[in-house]
């Protein structure tokens, strides 16, 4: 077994992977840039180095610097928990090269899957129904790049939405409804892809409207075993960034499911993948047909939900992964139990067009209780800074059945209080309240024509356009 991890990571996503790691005896480095000195996952972890400036190109994606870091502290392995380093195929391949255990795919599975747009040609191999869009990624924004970008646009018809090639968890995309959008799309697409992974490819694919995003847990070791841990709910999302999860989805019926893990199963097997994958779906209620979205060859920041249904440790399973051993369950041995639904509570304000408060926490009281986990990154006294993700911590309440875990979700934000700077706890609570939610019918299309209204002293609601039924919680 590993005997010393170095996060490549920070804030809530290290302190995540840390504490497993002291669960299992094993020792941890943390990394953190000059704004991070006085961060939770540099206070918790064995050993901390400053990797540099705090422009993540000079300290968190600074992959030489991490290495000689991992090589100084004598780490074995390096975990990059989500975002940052997750996916990168050359930062997985400079490990291997320098014999350092990478917890997570090899370097050379993640070029299979990479740029995005080759899962597309996967899927159809597998016969898994794919969203109509290019087959080849789109370099560039010259001439020759938007003319084929719109020729792609017009044959599959608008709305489109356009995705980096080399990112995931709707990093880059943008929807784009005629020509015009279309070529800020991929500009911004371009921008955000070379920026946050360093690939400037997109591709374009048919925007699914009134949807459900659904995604499998697979976990996949070098024996040859691959199990899914079910599936988690992710609709609830702004800009293609998500908000509100739980698990299981709630409308899902047993043979779709079931459907829907043979598929994410096949696909890693056909990929030969070794560690924990997602692979997301995209659900339509109404004709219960679904679609491949995409892959992630990492963690997900949602974890916790397949962890709170399961009782199964997804970050202690890569680890063992990645020490060459055998997944600690079978098929058949696992299960999922009752219901759990998370939220992700960020420094932004609701009422402001969710622009991010960065600023010192002046107080800060966490939720507890049975049914209650709370995954956080800040403590009372800290300074959020304005240079990275505004994610504060989670909150995932659990519960025998879907009504109990959003009862304890209530209480659970009830509780929570943060003082010296805006968070989007009243809009959660909000969410959590509307009727659509309630019973499960909501789609990505949830947020889309409602507004966030202040009702003193009831806190917020979610009012709905006159387009749609109005509904006030």
Do not use: W
Not at 112 to 120: F, S, V
Not at 228 to 235: A, M, N, P, T, V
Not at 407 to 434: H, N, S, W, Y
């Amino acid at each position: 077994m590993i005997s010393k991890v170095l996060i490549a990571n920070r804030a809530e996503a290290a302190v995540r992977v840390i504490r497993t790691c002291r669960d299992m005896g094993i020792r941890t480095a943390a990394i953190y840039s000059d704004v991070d000195a006085d961060s939770l996952h540099v206070r918790l972890a064995d050993e901390a180095y400053n990797v540099g400036a705090p422009s993540p190109s000079q300290s968190y994606l600074n992959m030489q610097k991490i290495l000689e870091v991992a090589e100084q502290s004598g780490a074995e392995a390096i975990h990059p928990s989500y975002g940052f380093l997750a996916e990168n195929p050359d930062f997985a391949e400079m490990c291997e090269a320098r014999g350092i255990i990478f917890i997570g795919p090899s370097s050379s599975c993640m070029y299979r899957t990479r740029p995005k747009h080759k899962a597309r040609q996967l899927m159809k191999m597998l016969h898994v129904p794919v969203v109509p869009g290019s087959e080849e990624a789109i370099e560039g924004v010259g001439d020759a790049a938007l003319s084929r970008a719109q020729e792609v646009a017009d044959s599959i018809g608008y709305p489109v939405v356009v995705k980096p090639t080399g990112t995931g968890g709707g990093i880059g995309m943008m929807v784009a409804e005629n020509r015009g959008q279309l070529i800020s799309a991929a500009k911004y697409a371009v921008d955000r892809g070379r920026s946050a992974f360093g690939v400037s490819g997109y591709y374009i694919e048919k925007l699914l409207r009134n949807i459900k995003h659904v995604e499998f847990q697979v976990l996949a070791d070098t024996k040859g075993n691959v199990v899914h841990l079910g599936e988690r709910e992710c609709s609830i999302q702004r800009r293609f960034q998500k908000m509100v999860e739980e698990s299981p989805c709630p409308i899902l019926t047993p043979f779709l499911r079931m459907k829907m893990a043979v598929a994410a199963i096949d696909i890693a097997r056909m990929l030969r993948y070794v560690n924990a994958l997602t692979v997301e779906f995209l659900y339509y209620p109404d004709t219960q047909e679904f679609y491949f979205n995409e892959i992630n060859c990492r963690l997900q920041l949602e974890h916790p939900l397949t962890e709170s249904v399961t009782g199964i440790d997804v970050v202690r399973e890569q680890i063992i992964i990645a020490s060459g051993n055998e997944i600690s369950c079978s098929q058949d041995d696992i299960r999922i139990r009752g219901h759990a639904v998370e939220c992700r509570i960020t420094a932004e304000d609701p009422l402001c067009n969710f622009i991010p408060s960065p600023g010192i926490l002046t107080r800060l009281r966490l939720p507890h209780g049975l049914g209650i986990r709370v995954d956080e990154g800040v403590y009372e006294g800290y300074e959020v800074p304005f240079d990275y993700d505004s994610l504060l911590f989670k909150i995932v309440a659990s519960g025998r059945t879907r009504g109990e875990a959003l009862e304890r979700m209530r209480r659970a934000l009830d509780e929570t209080v943060v003082e010296g700077i805006k968070t989007i706890i009243p809009f959660q609570r909000a969410v959590i309240d509307d009727e659509e939610f309630i019973n499960g019918s909501y789609t990505t299309n949830f947020l889309k024509g409602r507004k966030v209204i202040k009702l003193e002293p009831n806190g917020l609601r979610l009012l709905a356009s006159r387009h749609r039924q109005e509904r006030v919680p």
